[in-house]
């Protein structure tokens, strides 16, 4: 990178003397330029042109491409640097959750049932109740009755006796489905489980409402099937609902690139429809999702890099090995501290993931499967050393990387594969990791970020919207703090530095997209994504990181988000 960045800097400095008329579209200046590049790591200007950075350096250097037509913004003495780019996270699932009811903030199953109940009340008979976000292990009351932990549905269905209701668990992992729901899905007590699932039931044998891992598939059919029954025109207005509140959510938070980790090949065309009408303005670095044909034919016909003038990249195929710690999904070597009798689940066969691998490899796609336990990591580096054969430039990536045995850490590095992590998730649910796998377990293997940058793993960072908030500044500060919201430090030898999470959420998500010439730091000739903060993470008092705000979001060269004349307020 270094000395790519060194060649930047003289061709930047080649064609300002050959070109000396102003030519800037835009300059930031008064600011506090941090470039996440070697070779200049911080400036007071950017210029831009044509949608590429022209020029980084000291307020006079920059000022002398201004012209007629130039825009400049005063920055204020405030922190400039690249765009946020989000590592992991669902795109479409993040703009859903934004025009549905978000549970995230639930206090208790009573909170959850009154809002169902409030929209229930509000809905046509017969229409879905869509929501996402509930946690039981956050929950501040105990709940009474459950199973496992979880909460049964009859006072959910009680609420909501004509409207089928679908809350999907934080995780993504799991689902809580109302009677009418189940009865749009004919479950009955005679429903086998799916393989790699768990239907939850109660002593009498009856569907308490909760389906795991691959069992949520028998509600969601349900809830596709009623879908289908509206016509394309309200399925495309709903959609683009969907897309609208993504983008929106992005620029306000800084986004500008986004990895979404799971498109079908259905939502990989209607993304192409909404760019071809300037509908879509978060670039997209998009993995294929796993429930497609997932053959060497569809690789190639759906390989994109760089479209759409670099707004538009499909070249990874995403897979999944196991499932959610929260939902006891995740497999582990060993078995659950708070219960013994279950591993976890291996929801997609090994031999299906490696035939997969083979056709990413011969089509050119980089492979990304989630792996949260330990032995989810260790049988996914196994798939992957047998099918590499030594190459370690093909940037395969384990997806959250939640939970490493100790043996198996190095092996990342060893291999060339990229632990795809989210900061956030350690803060998130640290408290009651030790919990589920003990606190040697928890110590030795959970969200070893510095074991990993120590064994020369390279990261990316992620916030696996809508699992968690889209907000890189949250994940910043999980990054260099690992505080959890009870002020308890989870294992503080694990931290990053903040210049390390700052290139976690920028040029090291990157490289694991490929896309490290182009983006990932405010270098001449890259793309002229970058944001304008309230406050200097590399500087400010780690109490205040979180009040950090995005102020000024630019997306190839233009301002997408102002709020810099509001920043103060």
């Known amino acids: 990178m270094k000395k790519y960045g060194l060649l930047s800097w003289a061709v930047s400095f080649i064609v300002l003397a050959c070109h000396p008329k102003p030519q800037a579209e835009l300059i930031i200046h008064n600011a506090q330029v941090i470039t996440l590049d070697e070779a200049l790591p911080t400036a007071r200007a950017v210029a831009i042109s044509r949608g590429r ?3 980084v350096g000291a307020d006079s250097v920059v000022m002398r491409q201004r012209g007629a037509r130039t825009r400049v913004i005063d920055a204020g003495g405030r922190m400039v640097m690249p765009g946020f780019i989000e590592g992991h996270a669902h795109f479409m699932g ?3 959750s934004l025009v549905t009811l978000d549970l995230r903030d639930a206090t208790d199953w009573r909170d959850i049932v009154q809002r169902v109940a409030n929209a229930a009340a509000r809905a046509d008979s017969g229409a879905w109740i869509i929501g996402r976000g509930w946690h039981q292990e956050k929950w501040r009351r105990p709940l009474t009755p459950h199973v496992q932990g979880y909460p049964l549905h009859n006072d959910l269905s009680a609420v909501s006796p004509d409207n089928p209701v679908l809350l999907s668990h934080a995780s993504g992992h799991g689902l809580m489905a109302n009677a009418r729901a189940m009865a749009a899905a004919g479950i009955t007590a005679d429903t086998p489980t799916p393989q790699g699932g768990v239907i939850l039931r109660d002593a009498h044998g009856a569907a308490t409402g909760v389906f795991l891992e691959n069992a949520e598939t028998l509600i969601y059919d349900a809830y596709h099937r009623y879908q289908q029954q ?10 683009m609902k969907q897309l609208t509140a993504a983008t ?3 620029l306000e938070n800084g986004v500008t690139t986004f990895h979404d ?3 079908s090949y259905n939502t990989i065309d209607f993304y192409k429809k909404a760019l071809a009408a300037d509908s879509l303005h978060t670039r997209l670095y998009v993995m294929v999702a796993p429930d497609e044909k997932l053959d060497v034919a569809h690789f190639k016909k759906y390989k994109l890099i760089d479209g759409y ?3 538009l990249t499909v070249r990874a195929v995403k897979q999944y090995a196991d499932g959610a710690l929260g939902s006891r999904g995740a497999w582990m070597l060993a078995p659950y501290s708070d219960q013994p009798g279950s591993v976890g689940q291996n929801v997609t066969p090994m031999d299906s993931i490696a035939r997969v691998a083979r056709a990413a490899l011969e089509a050119g796609f980089q492979l990304c499967t989630h792996a949260i336990g330990d032995r989810a990591n260790r049988e996914v580096l196994n798939v992957y050393e047998q099918a590499l054969h030594g190459a370690t430039d093909r940037r395969w990536r384990v997806e959250h990387a939640q939970h490493i045995d100790p043996a198996d850490q190095p092996r990342f590095a060893r291999l060339g594969v990229i632990a795809s992590m989210q900061t956030v998730h350690c803060t998130s649910d640290g408290a009651w990791v030790p919990q589920r796998i003990g606190m040697d377990r928890a110590r030795k293997g959970a969200y070893v970020w510095r074991n990993l940058l120590n064994s020369g793993t390279r990261l990316a960072n992620g916030t696996d919207a809508p699992v968690e908030r889209l907000a890189p500044i949250e994940n910043f500060y999980a990054a260099v703090t690992r505080r959890l919201h009870n002020g308890q430090v989870f294992f503080g030898e694990q931290k990053l530095t903040r210049m390390e999470a700052l290139q976690s959420l920028t040029i090291w998500n990157a490289y694991a997209g490929f896309q490290e010439k182009e983006l990932g730091s405010l270098t001449p000739g ?14 400010v008092p780690e109490n205040l990181i979180q009040k950090t705000k995005v102020l000024l979001t630019v997306l190839d060269g233009k301002v997408m988000y102002d709020h810099l004349k509001k920043g103060d307020e």
């Open 230 to 239: 509206q016509n394309p025109g309200q399925r495309h207005k709903n959609l």
């Open 309 to 311: 003038d670099g707004m």
């Open 94 to 96: 993040l703009g859903q």
């Open 261 to 263: 980790a799971g498109a």
């Open 248 to 250: 929106r959510h992005c």
């Open 53 to 55: 950075i022209l020029a």
């Open 526 to 539: 890259k793309r002229a994504d970058m944001i304008v903060l309230s406050q200097n993470l590399l500087t």
